[in-house]
């Protein structure tokens, strides 16, 4: 075992040097200073970086009206090749012919809708007896313009455009081709309709057992997820449901995450791992999606807890990720070593903590979903953040067109105008969002309310 550590030890300071080299500091070093680094961040760019975002904004604007399927980018790269459809058709033969319970109840390929159905659990006099309407898209045309803002969704503006100029090392023609695919990608999976229909068609099973959740905050603010590999077994949901369930987590983290917080803290809990837990499209679907889609939302990964032989596993793990990635990447043995990432207060009391948190699945409400069947309420809210989109890109064209005349007080004077446009087009999406995605569990928890984060909400163990 000592000779594992040391291994370890070797790679941790290697990833460390290799964040620092970067123009950050490294992981370790910011938690030893209880001092979160937003370097790059919004609203704390230098101004050569401020520049860079305007030059990037202005590509935007010059192909803002095109076609999305004519602008370049990088190619969209599917980390596991399959058939969704025979996938499906294959899931749900397994279902009829030959079912069998996966957790508590949940049968294979069983959804949550379906348990509801079987709970009699239902919006009876919205839509006899469905939880949530059926899935209309919010993208308006095939532009770049129509399918960039429902990717930005209630972020602010920048902080998404940020993401990926952070994750490109701020080279503007890479950055630029990273975001593109990324949109481009989002129209393939249809990730849209995933955040429509939200937990209710996700797969049982996952969202019973807790396969992944996320609960308070580490020392740096930024919030907690904890992944269990022990209660995760590669037969027991198919591959489509399974790359449902990541896209899902990842859009409904994204919800938790507000400036200068902008990333989360992922446990890979290997407390009872098995080779039977490993999930190989698994992995590889989760370290793609990552590093290609979801850029600079990983603020540390902590590999805890893992078996003696998880050396060999991480050299097979460790070459498929970007070294930014890798350089988060810790690896901790005992409850006293999380304590140096996470406070006793927020630190789970099963892994050597003072939260008595216990995750449990708080299902759907019969009528929690009622504002998405209003489709009036729906085109108002449409309209009015449209509205101020169109007002925010303006705002965008006389930013750059300020900075490439090199005039400073036009330059700030649109800066300012498109902080606040960013500040009401994040209050009018949050409205639109009560028509547009179901509720989850973080709704149904209190925890997440108007967009405002509140982790006491769920330190009730067995809310209902």
Known sequence: MSGFLKVLSRQRSQVDMGAAGA????????????????????????????????????RILSDMDKPLEAVECDAIVRPIEYDAEAETKKAKETQELSPFEVFSGCMFNETVADKCRELGIG?????????VP?????IRDGTLRSALWAVIREDHPDVLLLRFLRARKW???????????????????????????????????????GVSYAHGKDRLGQPVVWSGSCLHHQKDQSYPQLK??????METLRQLLHTPIERVCLIMDLTDHSNANMDWPFVKTFIKF????????????????????????????SPLLDPVVAAKVQFVQRPEGLLRFIAADELLAIRGGKNEYKYEYVGPAADENKLMFDKEGRAAATAALRELQDQFVQASKDWTAAKDDGDRDAFAAASARR??????????????????????????????????????????????
């Open 244 to 249: 449902r369930y990541l896209i899902w987590m």
């Open 171 to 209: 080279d503007l023609d890479r950055a630029y081709r990273m975001a593109i695919a990324a949109v481009k990608w989002r129209i393939q999976e249809r990730v849209e309709e995933i955040i429509w229909y939200g937990d209710v068609h996700n797969d049982a099973s996952l969202m019973w057992k």
């Open 419 to 464: 902080v606040e446009l960013s500040n009401q087009i994040t209050r009018a999406a949050h409205e639109l969002d009560k028509y547009t995605r179901a509720r989850h569990i973080y709704n149904r928890t209190g925890v997440l309310q108007h967009g405002a984060v509140d982790w006491s909400k769920q330190r009730e163990p067995g809310r209902k």
């Open 123 to 131: 919006y009876e006099s919205a839509a006899g007896g469905e939880l």
């Open 134 to 138: 059926p899935y209309e898209s919010q």
């Open 290 to 317: 990552l590093e290609a889609y979801y850029p600079e939302c990983l603020g540390i990964c902590i590999v805890y807890n893992g078996p003696w032989w998880f050396s060999g596993v991480w050299k097979l793990i």
């Open 23 to 58: 123009g950050r500091e490294s992981i370790t070093t910011q938690f030893d200073k209880g001092r979160l680094d937003t370097c790059g961040v919004y609203r704390s760019l230098s101004p050569n970086e401020e520049n860079l975002l305007a030059d990037l904004w202005k």
